[in-house]
Nanobody, 116 residues
């Protein structure tokens, strides 16, 4: 089984930055395709960023493109989401996601609040 633990959420002013981390255990990390999702109040969970197993390819939601960066360190079993130029509409619970074959795993989520 794969366990995912997010950290780094908090309160930040508009225009500020936050870095999220997701630590994985229970599987060979390099076998996992990793993603960050978020869910705002009253909205469906949406894909924010995706990174392939080797980190060779990334993709982003249009709403965060140019502001967010996903990366991974396979030696440390960690995936990151660097969030810059944050907007109030970025406020959501951010979830780490892992995919391996037919299996999907989720972290518990970390709250990001962007407010003045």
């Amino acid at each position: 089984q794969v366990q995912l633990v997010e950290s780094g959420g908090g309160l930040v002013q508009p225009g500020g930055s936050l870095g999220l981390s997701c630590a994985a255990s229970g599987s060979t990390f390099s076998s996992l395709a990793m993603s960050w999702y978020r869910q705002a109040p009253g909205k469906e969970r949406e894909l924010v960023a995706f990174i392939t197993r080797s980190g060779g390819h990334t993709n982003y939601a249009d709403s965060v493109k140019g502001r967010f960066t996903i990366s991974r360190d396979n030696a440390k079993n960690v995936v990151f989401l660097q969030m810059n130029s944050l907007k109030p509409e970025d406020t959501a619970v951010y979830y780490c996601n892992a995919n391996r074959g037919f299996s999907t795993f989720w972290g518990q989520g970390t709250q990001v609040t962007v407010s003045s």
